[in-house]
C-alpha cells in the first residue's frame, strides 16, 4: 500500500513538473512580428550626445528612417540627440540596465569595459580615412565586438560609424611645434591614453562631458579641445575658440551598441530587417562624414573668427616624435597585437 502511494505521489510530481516545464517553454518564445502594428510598434530607444545636424545626428535619423519604412512601422526607433536622455558619462551604464537599447558612443567609452578600446586614442596610428575604413571591416574589429567583456555586460556590438580625424582648437596661440602646448589646459573626454597624450605636450587636461564643452571653453574652465571639424562646426566651438591647427592627431569614431536581451527578445524577421537599416545607415554614415568635415572645414575658415592653421606634415611628424612615450606606456595594455594589426592594414 506504501509502495502504491509512493509511485502515484511520484507520477503525479513527474507529470506536475513535465506540465510546468512546458508552460515556462511557451512563455519564453519570442513575441511574434505580428503582435505589433503601426499604432502598437516595437520601440527601440536610440540615445546619444551629439547634434541632430552632426554626422551622428543625421545618420540616426536615417536610421529610424528606413527602419520605419522596412518594418512598415512595426518598429519605431526614438532618436534622443544631444544628451537629451543621457549624457556622455550615463548611456553605457543605461544599456546594460536596458533603460535604453540602443547608443552610438565614441568607442573610447567602452574602455570601461575593455582596455583594448583605447586604440582609438593612440596618436597617429591611422594614417587615412581608407585605413580607418580597412580596420572597421577587419577581423581585428569584429573580435572587439565580439569579447568576452561586451557579451558578460549583456551588450552587443553592430557597426562602426566613422566621424573623423581630430584637431587641436585653442585660445591662447597657434599651435604648431609640440612646445606651444605647455601650459595650456584641454577638455578630454575621460581616457588613461588621452591624459598621457596631454601630459607628453607639457599639457593639463579635464574630463568634461561633451555637452558641456562649450561653456568650459567659454568661462575659461579649459583653454582648448579636440575634435573632428564637424564637432567643432555643430557645436559651434567656433564661438568660443580662437586658434585651430589642422593636427590630424587622433580619431573620433562612434560604434553602434545594443543591449543584447532586448536584441534577442526581437522577433527574428522584424531583427532581421532592422539589421539591413543599420547596414544602409552604417554605408549612409562613412559616406557623410567625410563630406561633411570638409564642408565644416570650408566653412570655419570663411567664418574669419577662428584662426586657421594648416600643418605641413613634417610639423605633424614632429608632433607625433613628441608623442611617443604614449605608445611607451600603452603598448602593452592595448595589446601589441591589435596595434601592429592595426598599423599592418595601412600597408
Given amino acids: 500500500m506504501k509502495k502504491w502511494l509512493l509511485a502515484t505521489i511520484l507520477g503525479v510530481l513527474a507529470l506536475a513538473l513535465a506540465a510546468c516545464g512546458g508552460d515556462s517553454s511557451s512563455s519564453d518564445d519570442k513575441k511574434s512580428s505580428d503582435e505589433y502594428t503601426a499604432d502598437k510598434p516595437l520601440v527601440i530607444k536610440f540615445s546619444h550626445v551629439t547634434a541632430q545636424d552632426s554626422v551622428k545626428g543625421k545618420a540616426a535619423d536615417y536610421f529610424a528612417q528606413l527602419v520605419d519604412e522596412k518594418t512598415e512601422g512595426k518598429v519605431k526607433v526614438e532618436v534622443y540627440p544631444a544628451s537629451q536622455l543621457y549624457g556622455d558619462a550615463d548611456e553605457l551604464d543605461a544599456l546594460v540596465s536596458g533603460n535604453v537599447h540602443m547608443i552610438a558612443p565614441s568607442v573610447t567609452k567602452m574602455v570601461k569595459l575593455d582596455p583594448r578600446w583605447q586604440y582609438v586614442d593612440m596618436p597617429y596610428l591611422f594614417e587615412s580615412e581608407e585605413h580607418v575604413q580597412k580596420f572597421f571591416d577587419s577581423e581585428l574589429a569584429q573580435k572587439l565586438f565580439n569579447s568576452d567583456q561586451l557579451a558578460a555586460n549583456d551588450i552587443k556590438g553592430m557597426a562602426f560609424w566613422p566621424n573623423g580625424f581630430k584637431h587641436f582648437s585653442n585660445n591662447k596661440h597657434p599651435l604648431v611645434k609640440p612646445e606651444d602646448f605647455k601650459g595650456l589646459k584641454f577638455r578630454t573626454q575621460a581616457g588613461q591614453v588621452l591624459e598621457a597624450q596631454f601630459e607628453a605636450l607639457g599639457a593639463g587636461s579635464a574630463t568634461i562631458a561633451f555637452g558641456e564643452t562649450y561653456a568650459a571653453l567659454q568661462q575659461g574652465t579649459v583653454d582648448g579641445a579636440e575634435n573632428p571639424f564637424n564637432n567643432f562646426d555643430t557645436m559651434k566651438f567656433y564661438e568660443v ?32 530587417k532592422v539589421e539591413e537599416a543599420l547596414a544602409e545607415a552604417t554605408k549612409y554614415a562613412q559616406d557623410l562624414a567625410a563630406e561633411e568635415n570638409q564642408k565644416s572645414f570650408e566653412k570655419i575658415k570663411s567664418l574669419g573668427t577662428v584662426e586657421v592653421y594648416e600643418m605641413t606634415d613634417e610639423e605633424r611628424a614632429a608632433l607625433k616624435e613628441a608623442l611617443q612615450p604614449v605608445y611607451d606606456k600603452f603598448e602593452d595594455v592595448i595589446t601589441k597585437e591589435l596595434i601592429d594589426g592595426i598599423k599592418a592594414l595601412a600597408e
Fill in 241 to 272: 575658440q580662437k586658434y585651430l591647427s589642422t593636427t590630424q592627431h587622433g580619431r573620433l569614431d562612434y560604434a553602434i551598441f545594443v543591449n543584447k536581451s532586448f536584441w534577442e527578445s526581437m522577433p527574428e524577421d522584424l531583427r532581421a
